[in-house]
């Protein structure tokens, strides 16, 4: 990185980073983000899946798929196929999944068949017109991986062009303000401007990812634009899974502060 670059605090995770000033550029980004996840991603910040949308959320107290069955299913980044297992196990009709790596498109489908379960599987950017039909799914679901789009408002369209009428969009991210907070001997806090929408990179495990943390206003009105309404919005963590824990720095933060959304929309 040249000298004139700027050095920030970020959190990634969990964890506090040290983060890099970048400028917005897409195929760099998603160059750097397939190579990551291709390699390091699982190991660095491990596997979020149904039935969790997050550390403290459940699908399970949620209820947000309520009954899949005979349901056609999509999910944006399907990472390793857990979610899309999940689903198939609750008799979903079809599953079909997207990401960005080639690695963890092979990790699901190796996944799926041991669990003898099938999807249709496509290697793509979730901004990218890649072949999924339209006016198709009754689900289309996102399990901490919307937030890697480089382009938001473009791919809330593309995924209500997914659905049919009526259909529902279901996903979940870091909460913003958790993105902005870290614990300082037993203290919260705040390392970053909730405001900064800018891009950053970062340095894990000797791997790069390229982010931007966007407010939740950046979120809900994005869906405004791409013709959805909000069914329920969740960001307070669950009391027993808080409760079942233990009680490290990241179970006091969640005591104090939302570290998770979901949101539930449905197209009009």
């Not at 605090?9 to 160059?31: F, L, P, Q, R």
């Not at 991986?145 to 473009?154: F, K, R, S, V």
């Not at 994005?222 to 307070?236: T, V």
């Not at 963590?237 to 409760?243: A, G, K, L, R």
């Amino acid at each position: 990185m040249d000298k004139n670059s700027v050095y920030r605090t970020n959190i990634v995770g969990g964890s506090e980073v040290v983060a890099i000033s970048v400028d917005m550029d897409k195929s760099a980004i998603h160059e750097t983000n397939s190579l990551f996840w291709d390699t390091k991603g699982n190991d660095v910040l491990g596997v979020t899946a149904l039935p969790f949308y997050g550390a403290f959320v459940s699908e399970e107290k949620c209820q947000f798929f309520s009954d899949v069955s005979e349901k056609k299913v999509l999910e944006i980044g399907c990472g390793s196929g857990e979610s899309l297992k999940y689903l198939g196990e609750r008799k979903a009709s079809e599953l079909w999944g997207m990401d960005i790596s080639e690695n963890q498109i092979e990790k699901t489908r190796q996944h799926l068949t041991a669990c003898g379960l099938s999807a249709k599987l496509i290697c793509s950017p979730m901004e990218e017109k890649c072949g999924i039909p339209e006016d198709y799914f009754d689900f289309v679901y996102s399990v901490y991986a919307i937030g890697w789009t480089t382009d938001l408002e473009g791919t809330f369209c593309r995924i209500a062009s997914y659905l049919k009428k009526d259909g529902a969009f279901i996903f979940s991210w870091s909460h913003p303000i958790h993105k902005c907070v870290v614990d300082e001997n037993n203290t919260l806090v705040f390392k970053k401007c909730y405001f900064d929408e800018s891009w950053y990179s970062s340095s894990l495990d000797e791997s790069t990812l390229t982010l931007s943390d966007r407010t939740l206003s950046t979120y809900v009105n994005a869906l405004a634009k791409a013709g959805f309404f909000i069914d329920q919005m969740i960001e307070q963590s669950d009391d027993e899974i808080i409760q079942s824990r233990g009680n490290s720095k990241f179970v006091k933060k969640a005591k104090m502060l939302p570290v998770t959304f979901v949101i539930k929309a449905r197209k009009r």
